[in-house]
T-cell receptor, first 112, second 116 residues
Framework: DQQVKQNSPSLSVQEGRISILNCDYT??????FLWYKKYPAEGPTFLIS?????DKNEDGRFTVFLNKSAKHLSLHIVPSQPGDSAVYFC???????????FGKGTKLSVIP | NAGVMQNPRHLVRRRGQEARLRCSPM?????VYWYRQLPEEGLKFMVY????????ESGMPKERFSAEFPKEGPSILRIQQVVRGDSAAYFC??????????????FGQGTRLTVV
């Protein structure tokens, strides 16, 4: 039973355009959400997070949007750069919990 | 300030052998988490340890797997009598406090275990 779902295994975007990566969750106890970026043969690197008390968090080119009623979040990267090409994992955790529940990841390819 | 160090990076074991995976947390971090990533899957939580204590091992298979984080030295994830299904990437993460909210865990580069 997948509690965090990333339904697009891959995404290709032209350099300079917007990349939108989507994530859905089913567990209503999740209240903190994170995005990790992972290059091949490396560990996940924290990118950006959002608490359930917010609906938007921005950090430079990266913005995460949270729609609690739809149990949906998205990561926007603007403008996309070739160095953004990586696998992006959505993760979630609940109040008082330290366990991260990860999605399967979306492989982003930014084409120069 | 070195990050989370895992070794070896790659480990090949024959079926039935033992695998030992090591994780040295970041300096100042006393909380360690192990995750496993099977091919084409996301990372799955295995175990959470603090120095000399296993806090939560709910994600660990009941048999053959064990973890420790001694007072001195790295955390060890031990897999006895490995089988092909154990082939995966094993990631360790560490944090200065219990991860959650604004306390982020930092991941190591992982150990890729291949069972032949």
């Amino acid at each position: 039973d997948q509690q965090v779902k990333q339904n697009s295994p891959s995404l290709s975007v032209q350099e300079g355009r917007i990349s939108i990566l989507n994530c859905d969750y089913t567990n209503s106890m999740f209240d903190y959400f994170l995005w990790y970026k992972k290059y091949p043969a490396e560990g996940p690197t924290f990118l950006i997070s959002i608490s359930s008390i917010k609906d938007k968090n921005e950090d430079g080119r990266f913005t995460v949007f949270l729609n609690k009623s739809a149990k949906h979040l998205s990561l926007h990267i603007v403008p996309s750069q070739p160095g953004d090409s990586a696998v992006y994992f959505c993760a979630a955790t609940g109040a008082g919990s330290y366990q991260l529940t990860f999605g399967k990841g979306t492989k982003l390819s930014v084409i120069p | 300030n070195a990050g989370v160090m895992q070794n070896p990076r790659h480990l090949v074991r024959r079926r039935g052998q033992e695998a030992r995976l090591r994780c040295s947390p970041m300096k100042g971090h006393s909380h360690v988490y192990w995750y496993r990533q099977l091919p084409e899957e996301g990372l799955k939580f295995m175990v959470y340890l603090q120095k000399e204590n296993i806090i939560d091992e709910s994600g660990m298979p009941k048999e053959r797997f064990s973890a420790e984080f001694p007072k001195e030295g790295p955390s060890i994830l031990r897999i006895q009598q490995v089988v092909r299904g154990d082939s995966a990437a094993y990631f360790c993460a560490s944090s200065p406090r219990t991860q959650g909210g604004d306390t982020e865990a930092f991941f190591g580069q992982g150990t890729r275990l291949t069972v032949v």
